[in-house]
């Protein structure tokens, strides 16, 4: 299955990726006015430190913690992508504290958790951070 996956000696630490995966999720066609003077909330964000950066997104597991851990059944997995129904989420974020990549985060409105899910949920083909790095840091890719 193809993943995201970073190749961090590229990252330019430049937060690209962050705007246009909030940007794909707005479902508009011009990203100046969609985000103008807006606060974004990526599912996918940028970590740094000292002199190296890296996006931090869902790895899609094989065996997803945050499945099983998810006491509302609002985590699942379909076809290799780790999906959640913010109807079912509960907001106990436990599925926050377990998994290991730090990839799952409080939604804007506090009730529920947001995760990347490769932009099934939107047009563009494939992973919009992805398609927006201008320096190819992030990949799409079977590995």
Known sequence: MKRVYVNEEWCLGCHLCEYNCA?????ETDMAKALKGVA??????I???NRISFAVSCRHCDDPICVKSCIAGAISKTDGVVHVDKSKCVGCYTCILVCPYGAVMPAPDGHAIQK???????ACGEPACVKGCPNAAIVF???
């Open 23 to 27: 940007f794909a999720a707005t479902g």
């Open 47 to 49: 970590e740094e430190n």
């Open 40 to 45: 974004i909330h990526p599912k996918i964000q």
């Open 116 to 122: 990347c899910e490769l932009c099934t949920d939107n």
């Open 141 to 143: 890719e079977e590995r």
